[in-house]
């Protein structure tokens, strides 16, 4: 069954997390595509948004394949494959440089006029609109549990099987719409999944 689209999507998600309602929980989304959603749910909820800014490191050679990811702490989280991929120290200094010049560029883009919100004794939700290898998601989730949350909640569209076990290792509740056996690309489960640009992140994340 496909969503319509992300707010869709969302709707649903909200409808899960209802029980949230009213602890001030923190809804943060995973840029681009699930900043919307994440301020659908945190509207849904009561909760405050902002984003948790995490991305991916690449192989060389190879964009689309994610050999670790890192925060915008500059914590980095690496793929149990990438021993077997080649990858020199020098290549992922200089990657991960290069990803943490870009997600600070983002917050400073994002929230310019507002520090980062702070997780701690906070109910913590991180949104992704669809997770494939878990590499974002996970980092994600580890980059906020170093700030002590009172209790830290995976929440996405969908996800393989496989992955959504290794989310369960580091949420507290891990809330997945769809985690199916044929999993390829979280497009293939959504009718519309057009691109989000910055501008509709920023306009999501501005004070009502």
């Known amino acids: 069954m496909l969503f319509k689209d992300r707010q869709e999507a969302a709707h649903q998600i909200a409808q899960r997390l209802s029980g949230y309602a009213g602890v001030n929980a923190l809804v943060l989304g995973i840029p681009r595509g699930a900043v919307p959603m994440a301020k659908i749910i945190a509207d849904a909820i009561g909760g405050e948004l902002d984003v948790v800014l995490v991305h991916k490191l690449t192989a ?19 793929s149990r494959h990438l021993s077997s991929l080649g990858v020199s120290e020098d290549y992922l200094e200089a990657e991960r440089r290069s ?29 992704d609109n669809g997770v494939a290898t878990g590499l974002t998601m996970i980092a994600a989730l580890r980059s906020v549990r170093v700030r ?16 959504v076990v290794q989310i369960n290792q580091l949420a507290d509740e891990v809330v997945c719409l769809r985690s199916p056996a044929d999993f390829r690309a979280v497009g293939q489960f959504y009718e519309n999944f057009c691109e989000v640009s910055d501008h509709e992140v920023i306009e999501a994340l501005k004070p009502v």
């Open 60 to 78: 060389p050679q190879n964009p689309e394949l994610a050999i670790g990811s890192i925060d915008e702490t500059g914590h980095t989280y690496l």
């Open 99 to 127: 990803q943490l010049e870009t997600l600070q560029r983002r917050r400073l883009s994002y929230t310019p006029i507002k520090s980062p919100a702070n997780p701690k004794d906070r109910t913590v939700i991180v949104v």
């Open 148 to 163: 002590q949350p009172t209790k830290l909640v995976a929440a996405m569209a969908v996800a393989p099987p496989s992955v």
